[in-house]
């Protein structure tokens, strides 16, 4: 059984920086991937950066050059770095893994998420 544990949401004023981070417990294979979505109110469920185990990431395009995913290939923990926060990055962050490799992550572990707020 995997189980994703996050921190390291919170209120932030816009501009400011938050880091989540995510330790799995159980067993999730170096090899697949992991990332975060993020859901805000009345919005559907967004992929917001996703890291393989050999490193290579992706990003959605609203946080491109803001946000920063990283990854601990010895115990899976992965952080997300996010700088110049806007009003609209507010949202729940849910930290995911997937249980096979697969081309984009799609999964099949989630977290319970954490919110961050950014006010204006």
């Known amino acids: 059984q995997v189980k994703l544990r996050e921190s390291g949401g919170g209120l932030v004023q816009a501009g400011g920086s938050l880091r989540l981070s995510c330790a799995p417990s159980?067993?999730?294979?170096?090899?697949?991937?992991m990332g975060w979505f993020r859901q805000a109110p009345g919005k559907q469920r967004e992929l917001v950066a996703s890291?393989?185990?050999?490193?290579?990431?992706k990003y959605t395009d609203s946080v491109k050059g803001r946000f920063t995913i990283s990854r601990d290939n010895t115990n899976n923990t992965i952080w997300l770095q996010m700088n110049s926060l806007k009003p609209q990055d507010t949202a729940v962050y849910y930290c995911?893994?997937?249980?096979?490799?697969?081309?984009?992550?799609?999964?099949?572990?989630w977290g319970q998420g954490t919110q961050v707020t950014v006010s204006s």
């Open positions: 995911v893994a997937d249980s096979v490799l697969r081309v984009s992550l799609v999964g099949d572990y």
């Open positions: 159980g067993t999730i294979f170096r090899r697949n991937t």
């Open positions: 890291i393989t185990g050999g490193g290579n990431t």
